[in-house]
């Protein structure tokens, strides 16, 4: 198994778009730090590699993306590093697409006499649109119990919701009011978090804010990007200041995109934890949801950029001593 | 080959029917039992799933990156041939019929807007919530011209329910001003419903926000028609506001205009004078230039501009 090991993390590691890349450093370190225990990345690496013998045409970050979403719900995050109990406030943003999802029949089906009004996906292109969209937004947030609570959680993607990116709220608050000249707050947001969104003008984003009440029992919690298997470029970073310090208070820390695409070393964006979904009827009465504007500056996936912060992310060690030492696993 | 390469020829090869057939056994696999391997479900669109906040951004991602027009324009065809599907049966899920919904909106996939009417015209009055949600969808893809004839024949269906005949009536005009009164007309009786029942529940300051509602629209295309945007401002104007100020609540018409049964009078008088074709007098257009002024917010200014415009018009005929 350990040459299987080490043909498929290679295999993984060259992949042409880079992500694969990204993948390994977030394996090795989620290994390095004892995130995740020898036991557990050595079952998922057996699950790749079984997963792509029984499929060879499909692509090895393809591979990794299925065996960690299965991993993800199999309760990863129980086994993740814990933190104590304390109130936040706390942070999370979607697109303004899937809004909708979240609202009641209540307001769906409401008999007033003028209902708030039908939200659209996005804000119409028109001179109005984020004017009428955050009218619209308030009208129906304003309403009691507007929002779902059966069978709804904070945490992406629905309807598996596997896990839910969280941040202080003080922290992005803070962010975004050093918003910059031509940039949107939903720019400075998702550069802050750390969200890959490569193309301009398609997503509006809103932002949720809550208070939780984070118990450990409840609420298990990893450092970001151990195993899950989406483009996020959230991750544990060893070196830069703020991450150290976000690491001492138990939490990850995202990659700023705007400083990662100047060429910074130092990349830490804003703390953050993944928690299993949160019912929203939880947080519910604490919420208010604030319209951030759209992703106007789209962000470079290019492999070369995919790589270069792979290389932040493994700080000094090579990408061909995290395939071995991950292999070698399988030796112990 | 790569995964858009991939994609394309996947998309490339099926018909709308199996598209449709394609997106229902998604929808259901998304839906089954979390536990349940989705992953054969999943192809060809597995490169971008768990990519975005949702599944469902995820297929547009998909749709936007690899589908050539072409292609696009079919997957949206196989978005209305579900849609109709789901509408012929009772035991489809809700989950998968909102998705459906969501997807004409969220593309968008105008050429899919003909099939939600018929969606809501079979299922709107077992699934109330489905109203809403296909008028999020019209309102997504306002303004646009091919929305028009679908979302005015949903108005008419005797089951829309009237409270939200409003906003599909500003959404018909966003997307064609021209016609606004026609679009007046498709939501005129759903109007004159919710007034009706609006007075019986005194639901005085709901129908306050009703009317002012329609008086900014109806402000927006004065502005319009003096911005030289819109040249179809006729008397449908004087409907609409005697429509307004109709359906005042006594005390809230009182508080809006001052001295409302002069107004209102006024307003009468002057439309059975144009209803019997009698052309208007330039005192005639200055009441009604302090009608707008007073009655719809529109400024002074404008409002004085309407008035000279209207006696222009008036001095030609």
Not at chain 1, 13 to 22: K, L, R
Not at chain 1, 216 to 228: D, T
């Amino acid at each position: 198994m350990h040459k299987d090991a080490l043909d498929w993390l290679n295999t993984l590691n060259s992949d042409t778009t880079g992500e694969g890349a990204i993948y390994l450093a977030n394996l090795y370190l989620s290994w390095e730090e004892e995130i995740l225990p020898p036991d557990v990345i050595r079952g998922f690496l057996a699950d790749c590699h079984n997963a792509q013998q029984a499929d060879s045409s499909k692509n090895a970050v393809l591979i990794y993306k299925d065996v960690a979403k299965k991993f993800c719900r199999n309760g990863l995050y129980s086994i993740a590093r814990l933190m104590e109990a304390n109130l936040i406030k706390a942070s999370t943003t979607i697109t303004t697409d899937n809004f909708i999802q979240y609202i009641s029949d209540k307001v769906k089906t409401s008999t007033a006499t003028l209902p708030a009004p039908p939200l659209r996906k996005k804000p119409s292109p028109t001179g109005n649109g984020e004017k009428e969209f955050k009218a619209a937004l308030t009208s129906v947030t304003s309403i009691p119990d507007w929002y779902k609570t059966d069978g709804i959680s904070l945490g992406a993607p629905y309807p598996h919701q596997t896990y839910c990116w969280i941040t202080h709220a003080r922290s992005l608050d803070r962010a975004l009011r050093r918003c910059p000249a031509g940039m949107s707050k939903g720019d400075v947001a998702r550069d802050a978090l750390g969200l890959v969104e490569d193309v301009a003008n398609v997503h509006h984003r809103v932002q949720f804010k809550f208070n939780l009440n984070f118990d450990p029992k409840r609420h298990a919690v990893a450092r970001p990007h151990a195993l899950a298997g989406n483009r996020r470029f959230a991750a544990c970073l060893p070196a830069p200041t703020e991450a150290t310090r976000y690491y001492d208070l138990k939490w990850g820390a995202t990659a700023d995109l705007k400083q990662l695409a100047a060429g910074m070393t130092d990349v830490a964006g804003l703390p953050e934890r993944i928690s299993a979904p949160i019912p929203f009827g939880e947080i519910g009465p604490s919420l208010t949801i604030d319209y951030l504007g759209p992703v106007t500056i789209p962000r470079d996936t290019s492999p070369h950029g995919n790589r270069q912060y792979a290389k932040l992310l493994l700080a000094g060690i090579s990408d061909a001593d995290a395939v071995n030492q991950l292999a070698s696993l399988f030796k112990l | 080959m790569t995964h858009l390469e991939e994609v394309k020829e996947f998309f490339s090869s099926k018909s709308a029917e199996n598209i449709a057939t394609w997106l229902d056994e998604l929808f259901r696999a998304i839906h089954a039992d979390p536990d349940q391997d989705i992953s054969a479900a999943l192809a060809p669109m597995d490169a971008w799933y768990g990519r975005n906040d949702s599944y469902l951004d995820d297929l547009s991602a998909m749709c936007r990156e690899s589908l050539p027009p072409l292609e696009q324009g079919r997957f949206n065809l196989g978005i209305g041939v579900l849609l109709q599907r789901y509408a012929s049966r009772h035991d489809i899920p809700r989950e998968l019929i909102e998705d459906a919904v969501d997807l004409v909106g969220r593309l968008p996939a105008f050429e899919a807007s003909e099939s939600l009417l018929i969606l809501l015209r079979d299922r709107g009055h077992a699934m109330p919530f489905l109203w809403y949600d296909a008028l999020s969808s019209f309102a997504t893809l306002s303004p646009a011209r091919e929305i028009v004839e679908p979302l005015r024949k949903l108005v008419e269906l005797e089951a829309f329910p009237a409270n939200f005949a409003i906003y599909a009536f500003q959404y018909l005009c966003e997307s064609m001003p021209s016609e606004w009164h026609a679009h007046w007309n498709s939501v005129l009786p759903k109007l004159k419903s919710l007034a009706k029942m609006a007075r019986e529940d005194d639901e005085s300051t709901s129908l306050d926000k009703v009317c002012q509602f329609a008086a900014d629209l109806l402000a927006e295309k004065a502005t319009s028609y003096l911005a030289g945007t819109s040249h179809n401002l006729d008397l449908v104007g004087d409907e609409i506001l005697k429509e307004v100020v109709m359906r005042l609540p006594e005390p809230i018409r009182d508080k809006m205009l001052g001295n409302p049964t002069t107004i209102v009078n006024e307003i009468q008088i002057r439309q059975e004078k144009w209803n019997r074709g009698i052309a208007a007098k330039d005192k005639h257009s200055e009441s009604r230039g302090n009608i707008l002024s007073k009655v719809m917010g529109v400024p002074d200014g404008l409002a004085r501009r309407f008035a000279r415009k209207i006696q222009e018009i008036n001095l030609r005929s």
